[in-house]
């Protein structure tokens, strides 16, 4: 089974020139994570004279250098360089999910054009890091995934329309459960099944330290703080609202509230680049940027089928596969998840009694 990677490409014009920079920032951001030239190229595994080529190249495409030598600190990151970091940071976290359901769509079709391709499980999901995670393992577990990343009601929409064998979709726990259980009520059928996936936790994302002292909602409508949201439809968005109902803070009053992005990763992203100085999604991408975590509230991950989908031999090996404990061990690899639960079948009314 094929394994694809799309990934943007950088090109700089400046009059008739033409200058492709992959290489360039691919460098940039190995010198920021290791902390030497050094480092990056051993990531790389390059030459050290090679590398300063191609940074060399970099100087030639800006007109300015993106690293600095210093005695005894080796190469650093210029302003410049610095921002071409973060720029290529936050293109990765906005475009990864988009492009990963592409490369799940052209996996499918290599497949089929170069065998007799059966048992293609179609998963249309909510964007969660244990669903990106799930691409890699039933890649390894030779599951032929068909895998396209929407928001919850467009996926469970397409279940109810045949266009999916999988829906993805998540609820808060708690209080606010019921509330935000009424928009999907009208895809959600008694011949359905809930698989759960994970329980995962979310909240505030702040810079480390957390500088501007925040506490909680109610410090968003300060004059010093600029917030950036998740895109309205999103079930992220919708919590979020909840909670600021029930904290009775008025979202017209944060700065950056129509401020928003498309993945839980864009968000720590923006936060960690200094753009914005609060966000709001899960803790996953929260730790892998650096960020500090204000956790506010949990949620469960659901996966939602049709009941006879259940005993399918493609279901079965899913099942199996979620179930294992390698797998549930990797979710709860992920900050904030906790997989333990990953496997579990019930009904509608079983996840959700008060549905009725």
Same mark, same amino acid.
């Given at each position: 089974? =094929?394994?694809?990677?799309?990934?943007?490409?950088?090109?700089?014009?400046?009059?008739?020139?033409?200058?492709?920079?992959?290489?360039?920032?691919?460098?940039?951001?190995?010198?920021?994570?290791?902390?030497?030239?050094?480092?990056?190229?051993?990531?790389?595994?390059?030459?050290?004279?090679? %590398?300063?080529?191609?940074?060399?190249?970099?100087?030639? $495409?800006?007109?300015?250098?993106?690293?600095?030598?210093?005695?005894? &600190?080796?190469?650093?990151?210029?302003?410049?360089?610095?921002?071409?970091?973060?720029?290529?940071?936050?293109?990765? %976290?906005?475009?990864?999910?988009?492009?990963?359901?592409?490369?799940? @769509?052209?996996?499918?079709?290599?497949?089929?054009?170069? #065998?007799?391709?059966?048992?293609?499980?179609?998963?249309?999901?909510?964007?969660?890091?244990?669903?990106?995670?799930?691409?890699?393992?039933?890649?390894?577990?030779?599951?032929?995934?068909?895998?396209?990343? &929407?928001?919850?009601?467009?996926?469970?929409?397409?279940?109810?329309?045949?266009?999916?064998?999988?829906?993805? =979709?998540?609820?808060?726990?708690?209080?606010?459960?019921?509330?935000?259980?009424?928009?999907?009520?009208?895809?959600?059928?008694?011949?359905?099944?809930?698989?759960?996936?994970?329980?995962?936790?979310?909240?505030?994302?702040?810079?480390?330290?957390?500088?501007?002292?925040?506490?909680?909602?109610?410090?968003?409508?300060?004059?010093?703080?600029? =917030?950036?949201?998740?895109?309205?439809?999103?079930? !992220?968005?919708?919590?979020?609202?909840?909670?600021?109902?029930?904290?009775?803070?008025?979202?017209?009053?944060? @700065?950056?509230?129509?401020?928003?992005?498309?993945?839980? %990763?864009?968000? $720590?992203? =923006?936060? $960690?680049?200094?753009? *914005?100085?609060?966000?709001?999604?899960?803790? !996953?991408?929260?730790?892998?940027?650096?960020?500090?975590?204000?956790?506010?509230?949990? @949620?469960?991950?659901?996966? *939602?089928?049709?009941?006879?989908?259940?005993?399918?031999?493609?279901?079965?090996?899913?099942? %199996? #596969?979620?179930?294992? *404990?390698?797998?549930?061990?990797?979710?709860?690899?992920?900050?904030?998840?906790?997989?333990?639960?990953?496997?579990?079948?019930?009904?509608?009314?079983?996840?959700?009694?008060?549905?009725?």
């Amino acid at each position: 089974m =094929f394994k694809l990677s799309i990934k943007p490409q950088w090109q700089l014009a400046r009059g008739d020139e033409r200058h492709l920079l992959p290489r360039v920032v691919e460098l940039l951001v190995g010198i920021d994570e290791t902390g030497t030239l050094v480092g990056a190229c051993e990531r790389m595994n390059l030459s050290y004279r090679y %590398a300063w080529g191609i940074l060399q190249e970099g100087h030639q $495409a800006f007109g300015v250098p993106l690293v600095e030598s210093r005695r005894g &600190r080796g190469a650093i990151l210029t302003p410049l360089g610095e921002k071409l970091v973060w720029a290529d940071r936050r293109i990765t %976290a906005r475009l990864s999910p988009v492009l990963d359901s592409l490369a799940s @769509e052209l996996e499918v079709e290599l497949e089929r054009a170069l #065998s007799d391709a059966q048992g293609i499980l179609r998963l249309q999901a909510s964007h969660g890091f244990a669903v990106e995670l799930l691409r890699d393992w039933f890649a390894r577990q030779q599951i032929p995934l068909d895998l396209k990343y &929407r928001s919850s009601i467009e996926a469970l929409t397409a279940l109810n329309a045949g266009g999916c064998d999988l829906a993805g =979709f998540h609820v808060p726990l708690g209080e606010f459960q019921q509330q935000a259980l009424q928009p999907y009520r009208p895809w959600l059928q008694s011949n359905h099944r809930l698989i759960w996936l994970a329980t995962r936790r979310q909240g505030l994302m702040v810079a480390r330290g957390n500088p501007k002292r925040v506490r909680g909602l109610a410090d968003l409508t300060r004059d010093d703080l600029r =917030f950036v949201n998740r895109q309205l439809g999103s079930g !992220t968005r919708m919590l979020l609202d909840l909670l600021l109902g029930k904290e009775k803070v008025d979202a017209k009053r944060i @700065e950056g509230y129509d401020t928003s992005e498309y993945t839980h %990763a864009a968000v $720590a992203a =923006f936060v $960690a680049s200094g753009m *914005a100085d609060v966000g709001f999604g899960v803790e !996953t991408p929260a730790k892998r940027f650096g960020l500090d975590f204000l956790p506010l509230s949990s @949620e469960r991950y659901f996966f *939602a089928c049709n009941a006879d989908f259940l005993n399918s031999s493609t279901m079965l090996r899913v099942l %199996a #596969s979620l179930r294992s *404990a390698e797998l549930k061990a990797a979710i709860n690899g992920l900050a904030g998840y906790d997989g333990m639960q990953a496997g579990s079948v019930m009904t509608v009314t079983e996840a959700f009694p008060e549905r009725l």
